[in-house]
Every structure is written in C-alpha cells, then in structure tokens.
Nanobody, 124 residues
Framework: QVQLEESGGGSVQAGEFLRLSCLAS????????MGWFRQEAPGKERQFVA????????HYADSVKGRITVSRDSAKSTVYLQMNSRKPKNTAMYYC?????????????????WGQGTQVTGSS
C-alpha cells in the first residue's frame, strides 16, 4: 500500500506563492493517479482541487484554474501543488491522495490512500 506524506503548509499572504509537497513511498509515483483535496474545517466535505494522471495529464477544479499548478518529480517520488494566493481563500487542510488502479483521473476516481494533510492559512 502506498504511503503519502504532505509538507509545505503554512501562512500565505495574498499574492504570494506556496508550494505543497506530497512524498509517496512503496510505489513509484509515475504508477499512480495523484490527487489534491482541501477541507476547510473538520467535518466539512473534502473538495477536489487537482489531479495528475499517470501520463502527466492534469485536471483542476474550476475554482482554482489559473492559480494552482500540480506537477511531479518522479526521481524524488514527489507531487507538488503550487498555489498563488490572490485572495485569502486558501485556508484549509490540504490532503494528497493516490489511486493505484486507474491510469487517468475521472470525477469518479476512488482514492484509496491518503496522507495526513498539511495546513494552509491564507491572509490578506
């Protein structure tokens, strides 16, 4: 089973960039469909942010297009989520997740492995 560990959270001011990292172990990251989700508060729904398919295709929620980029470094077994905070709306816990079965993301992708999350706090 793949293990995931997020890092890079913190405070981000409007106009600043913040890059989150997700380190995957036990599986090559190029063999996974990777996703990023955000949860604004405990008990609230985790919202899809972005996904990266095995072939490198990227997918984004409409609300983040243009200000978030997902990428990976296979040599470091790490997926990144870079955010440009134009608005102080990014406060949330960010989670990365992995699917080991599919080759490409769809809105119905079931992510079976999750990290513990990293907290991002946006401020104006």
């Amino acid at each position: 089973q793949v293990q995931l560990e997020e890092s890079g959270g913190g405070s981000v001011q409007a106009g600043e960039f913040l890059r989150l990292s997700c380190l995957a172990s036990r599986r090559a990251i190029s063999s996974l469909v990777m996703g990023w989700f955000r949860q604004e508060a405990p008990g609230k729904e985790r919202q899809f942010v972005a996904a990266l398919s095995r072939n490198g295709n990227t997918h984004y929620a409409d609300s983040v297009k243009g200000r978030i980029t997902v990428s990976r470094d296979s040599a470091k077994s790490t997926v990144y989520l870079q955010m440009n905070s134009r608005k102080p709306k990014n406060t949330a816990m960010y989670y990365c997740a992995a699917d080991t079965y599919l080759s490409d993301w769809t809105p119905k992708t079931y992510f079976g492995s999750w990290g513990q999350g990293t907290q991002v706090t946006g401020s104006s």
